[in-house]
């Protein structure tokens, strides 16, 4: 083991971080524990979790908010990229990690911990999120997985480690592995690990199944500031209010409800199924605008970079070289992407319904089927000749060596 005195753990206050701080202290020579726990919009009564983390040995509980910088500095520019894994994920627990392994190093440096701990498991994501972000920061800090370590390998050796220690637990088994921020809610294991089952509508705890949405649509309008969103139904409000407004404005038309077999870093499929109400609707209002407001080059290039930005976002990879460079010119792409569009939901859709931008490149001048006097269809002719014309010199080529 590392001679380590001090750790800062990413404390959640599940069986799994409660646990872990007692057998740190075990492991690695009486060290002192620090806990950390990051409000990302999850939803939870925080404080209990840090007389628990005390209970369980912590010498210090820190709980850190991180809503708005969560939206403003992971999720906006992750929208404005225009960035899904794999057709479908939006990214929830992807984009958090960094900010939270962010904060840990800062509490590290503040505390003068040698160390970092997380509760991630050895097959998925999170670890290499964690860590990747503690080694961009901070790469002479140690960093500490239990789970790639110990021989508690299953719920029960946990709890029975757990009540050995004097660490209350609840002991109930909830149905699905769950994450969850003011952004998302996934659902993962039990009976979505058979892709053929369809997910239970009792599952979902934020949206309405589609099929229990009311009967008649609902008009919400979104306005974008140079590809962020900032107003909904002309109110102007923070990120994390407008966030909240639209996830309560999605949940209950049922929209936003993702089911996938993504390809996770570490080699595995894993099914999931994601509820994002409010993102869905971001999503799909941000692109709207994007039609009117960017050229074709320029458009479907950024669909090129918007794929490998999910990718290094999904592998942990935010802080990286090459993450920050396609940022800039997302940043760039945006600064035309300023207007309001309007949707309709029903039901588990999203209807486009109208879109306005004072930078909007549609001009009905040279699309109208009427009379204009700005297009010459003549010119026409000379364009396609100069463009077809190395399809022309090939088939000239095949005839003559036929």
Not at 109 to 117: C, L, P, S
Request: glycine share 8%; proline share 4%; with cysteine.
């Amino acid at each position: 083991m590392a001679d380590v005195k001090k750790v800062v753990l990413a404390y959640s206050g599940g069986l799994d971080t409660s646990v872990i701080i007692p057998w740190l202290k075990e492991n690695y020579g009486g060290c002192e524990v620090i806990a950390c726990c990051a409000d990302v919009g999850q939803g939870d009564e925080l404080e209990p979790v840090r007389e628990k983390a005390l209970k369980s040995g912590a010498s210090k509980v820190f709980i850190a908010d991180l809503t708005e910088e969560f939206l403003t500095d992971y999720v906006w520019p992750t929208l404005k990229a225009g960035a899904v894994y794999e057709g479908k994920y939006l990214l929830g627990t992807s984009f958090a990690r960094p900010i939270i392994a962010k904060k840990l190093v800062e509490i590290a440096r503040q505390e003068g911990a040698d160390a970092i701990a997380h509760g991630a498991t050895g097959k998925g994501n999170d670890q290499v999120r964690f860590e990747l972000t503690v080694k961009a920061l901070a790469p002479d800090l140690t960093i500490i997985a239990p789970w790639r370590e110990w021989n508690l390998d299953s719920r029960s050796a946990e709890i029975e480690y757990a009540q050995k220690h004097g660490i209350p637990v609840a002991t109930e088994n909830k149905t699905y592995s769950m994450d969850r921020n003011i952004w998302h809610l996934s659902h993962e294991g039990s009976d979505l690990e058979d892709p053929w089952n369809a997910p239970k509508n009792s599952m979902f705890l934020i949206s309405k199944a589609p099929e229990d949405a009311p009967n008649e649509p609902e008009m919400v309008e979104i306005e974008f500031d140079k590809g962020i969103p900032v107003a909904v139904n002309g109110e102007k409000m923070n990120a994390t209010a407008l966030l909240t407004k639209l996830n309560e404005i999605g949940a209950r038309n049922g929209v936003g409800i993702a089911d996938i077999c993504e390809n996770r870093l570490v080699g595995m499929k894993s099914r999931g199924v994601y509820e994002n109400p409010g993102g869905a609707i971001l999503y799909y209002a941000h692109r709207e605008l994007e039609y009117l407001c960017l050229d074709r080059a320029t458009y479907h290039y950024k669909e090129t970079v918007a794929v490998r930005y999910a990718e290094l976002v999904y592998d942990g990879m935010w802080f990286s070289q090459l993450r920050e460079a396609l940022a800039a010119f997302v940043d760039s792409t945006q600064e035309s992407v300023t207007g309001t569009v309007r949707l309709k939901l029903y039901k588990g859709n999203i209807i486009s319904a109208g879109a306005k931008s004072p930078y909007s490149l549609y001009s009905q001048e040279f699309v109208t089927f009427e009379h204009d006097d700005v297009y010459n269809q003549a010119d026409a002719t000379g364009f396609i000749n100069l463009f077809g014309l190395p399809l022309k010199v090939r088939a000239l080529m095949q005839q003559k060596n036929k």
